[in-house]
Every structure is written in C-alpha cells, then in structure tokens.
C-alpha cells in the first residue's frame, strides 16, 4: 500500500477518534449538569452594585427558562454561537478562496492559527496537534470574550432589568471552568504519553488550575474594576473614559490571552515530554556529584 | 458557594468551551493548518527545485568553463599547427619559386648562347660568303695577286676587331 494512503488512513482514524471524544464530553457534561439538577431558590441579594459586579449575584438571568444563570454564561453562549457561525462563514466563503499569496484577511487567519501552532511548538515540541488546536481555541474564547464587553448587549434579567452582558471570564465560574478543563487537557496528555508516571508527574502541580483560574478572573476583574474607578473619578470627561476602558479591555484580552496559551502549552509540553532513559539519568547523577 | 461559585455553571462553561473548541479545531484551525502544511510543502519543493537547478547550472557552467578552456587550448594548437604548415609551405613555395627562377634563367642564358653561337656561325658564313664575293669581284677587276692578299689580311683584320666588339 502506498505511503500517502496510509497516512490519509491515519489522519482519519484519528480526525474519527477526535470526534468521537469531543461528542462523548459534550454529552457526559450535559448528563453532569442534568444529573446535578437545577439550584432551588435565588442566592443571597447583594446591596453594592460592585459586589454584584464581582459575584453577579442579583442580576441572574433565565437560560432557556430551565435554570437562573450569571449573566456571563449568557455573554459566553454568545460569544460561542458569533465565533462558531464567523468560522463556518470562514469555512464556506473564504478558505476555499485561500491563495498561496494571501490577501489581508487570508493573512489575519493564516496569523492567528501560526501564532499558536509555533506556540505550541515552541513550548511542546514533542506533541504538539492537540495543544496547538487547544490554545488556539481557548485563546479565541478568551480574546473575543473579552472584547465582548465593549458591545454593551443588553439583556433583560429574572427581574425585568436590562443589563448589559460582561465579559464571560469576569465570571468566575466562567474561569474556574478555563483552568479546570485545561488542568485536565494537560494531566490527560501526561496520562496518554507517559502512563501513570506522567499523571502523577502533572498532579503534582495540584495548584495550576487553581492559580489559572484565578488568574484569569483577577485579570478580568481588576480590569473591570479599573475601569469603573476611572469611569468614577473622570465622569466629568466625555473621552478619557472611553479611551482608557477600551484600551484596557483590548490589553486584557491580549495579555490573558497569551498568558493562558503559553502557561497551557508549556505545562502540556512538560507533560508530554518523554522520560530520560535510565543511562542518560545516571550519567547526570554522576555529572551532579562530580560538580558537588 | 462563596463567591457565587456554582458547580451546574462551571459546567455549563466548560460544555460551551467543548463545544466552541471542537466547532473552532475543525472548522477553521484544522483547514487552516493543512493549507498551510500544503502551502510550506508546495515552496520547500519549489525551494528544493530552486537548488537542484542552480547545483546543475553551477556544474554546467563548470562544465561549459571546462570546455572553453579546452577549446582555447585546442585553438591555440591548431593556430600554432597551422602556422608552421604555412611556414612550411610558404617557405616550400620560394625554394621551388627560387628553383623555377634559377632554372629560367639558366635556359635563357643557354637559350642566349646558342643564339649568340648560332649569330656568330651565321655570320662568319655570311662574312665568307660576302668575302669570297668581294675576292671574287676584286679578283675579277684587279688580277693582282699581291693586292688580293693584302685585301684579304685587311678584312680579316676588321671582322676580328667587330667580333671582339
């Protein structure tokens, strides 16, 4: 059989592995959510509009009518559905266009996917497909998110209010779920690489999704509340405001953006990474009592 | 939960990252990437053509240098070859030419001898000729003997004095 066609075969078992796997979480999640329940009642109100700018604990909004959520899952929702429809859009009109010598908007997408493919090489040089794909959606998410704030979609909460929808990861559900799932991205890739060793060899690292976690929703939120300190102390300013919360929003999602992507793949390419064999770590032992 | 942390909602965001991931990896990241792969692929086999051409344009222009040199060398031979034959022939041409003239002249001057023997001949039998006609007429008019002699000696004088010139 020729090379080439075995490759082709290769490349579809695993694009059929990938879609299978990627079905299986989207259902296991939905039984999780379902198996959990709807929460009875309404948390606690809060009086000080920053509070509930932080825990967004008053405006909750009805999702499809089945449960009361933060208004950032509706912002993550939707970001989700305009980031999906744009890639279809893409898909159908514009990478069947695609040129060897690219055009502007071909060379903005050919960018943002290098980006993070040398990213992920970079940092991963052992296995790189999946984290690359990885980062390059979680940085999408989580750039797009961000700037999502600055639309200002209005939305009409439980109690009849409009509000205008925040950004998905000042939401700390929204960035708890981040680190979680790229904690288990990474402790997965160790567990498939290296067996139990490379589990155990991520687990020690317990507080990674802790700390990407918090990260991100400190980021999101110390950008928010930044900028509703300037909105404060300049409201007599008609330009100022503006500016500084657009440029903080845009270095917010650039900065965490890039945070994430690079904190993820390294942690993945540490993860992967395959071990030493026993000589080359004897000779280093043997090395290091040397230098001693 | 402090802090509003709601487990269903994590969940809900972690479904909604699953589903935005695989939509955004196969729809956009992944044809991106293999048009890319193609794209690297289509100018390193171009870049590797690129090279292979120049090597052989390097060694044909070796190879050309090659044979110019042996060509100038070749030339140079057959230009010193063909100069020595000229040489040759020339220098051939002017023994023969210098033959040919040595051998004209020789017959001229035989040519002239004979001529000049054949004149002489002729003369002296004409000179005889006439000399005996003059004797006979001068014998005929005075029949002096001692006359005729002295006559005769005189001529004789005369045609050796015109010969000598």
């Known amino acids: ?292 | 939960m402090p802090l509003n942390i709601d487990l269903v909602q994590i969940l809900l965001h972690m479904l909604n990252f699953v589903i935005l991931a695989g939509g955004l990896t196969l729809i956009l990241f992944k044809p991106v990437s293999k048009f890319l792969a193609e794209r690297r692929e289509y100018f390193e086999k171009l870049e590797k053509e690129h090279a292979e051409m120049s090597e052989e344009n390097a060694k044909m222009k070796a190879e050309y240098e090659q044979k110019m040199e042996e060509t100038k060398a070749e030339i140079s031979e057959l230009r010193k070859q063909s100069e020595k034959e000229a040489a040759d022939a020339a220098k051939a041409y002017i023994d023969a030419a210098k033959e040919q003239a040595a051998n004209i002249i020789k017959t001229a001057e035989k040519d002239a001898e004979d001529r000049r023997s054949h004149i002489l001949d002729s003369a002296q039998t004409e000179i005889s000729e006439l000399v005996i006609e003059a004797t006979q007429k001068l014998l005929s008019e005075t029949a002096s003997a001692e006359r005729s002699r002295a006559l005769y000696d005189e001529f004789i004088v005369n045609a050796e004095k015109d010969t000598k010139k």
């Open chain 1, 1 to 292: 059989m020729d090379i080439s066609m075995v490759e082709k075969k290769k490349k579809g078992k695993g694009k059929t592995v990938f879609i299978i796997v990627w079905i299986a979480l989207i259902a296991g999640l939905l039984a999780a959510i379902f198996l959990l329940g709807l929460p009875e009642g309404e948390s606690e109100s809060i009086k000080v509009i920053m509070k509930d700018g932080v825990l967004h604990e008053t405006n909750r909004i009805s999702l499809f009518g089945l449960i009361e959520v933060n208004p950032g899952l509706i912002s993550a929702y939707v970001v989700t559905a305009v980031l999906l429809l744009a890639a279809i859009l893409i898909r159908i009109f514009a990478i069947p266009k695609f040129k060897y010598t690219p055009g502007k908007f071909q060379i903005v997408i050919e960018k943002a996917v290098e980006f993070f493919s040398d990213m992920a090489k970079t940092n991963s040089p052992h296995k790189t497909g999946f984290v690359a794909a990885y980062i390059f959606s979680a940085g999408a998410y989580i750039f797009f998110s961000t700037l999502f704030e600055l639309i200002g979609m209005q939305w009409i909460t439980t109690k009849g209010n409009p509000i205008a929808l925040p950004a998905p990861l000042a939401d700390i559900n929204a960035a708890i779920a981040m680190g979680v799932m790229s904690y288990v991205v990474i402790l997965g890739a160790g567990i498939i690489s290296n067996g139990i060793k490379g589990g155990l060899r991520v687990l020690k690292d317990f507080s990674l999704p802790i700390s990407m976690s918090f990260r991100l929703f400190g980021a999101l939120l110390s950008g928010l509340l930044v900028t509703e300190l300037v909105y404060y102390f300049v409201s007599l300013s008609f330009v100022l405001p503006v500016i500084v919360g657009v440029l903080f929003t845009i270095l917010h999602a650039l900065i965490q953006t890039y945070v994430l992507a690079t904190l993820v793949s390294t942690f993945y390419g540490e993860a992967v990474e395959p071990p030493k064999p026993k000589e080359a770590k004897a000779s280093e032992a043997d090395e290091n009592a040397e230098k001693s």
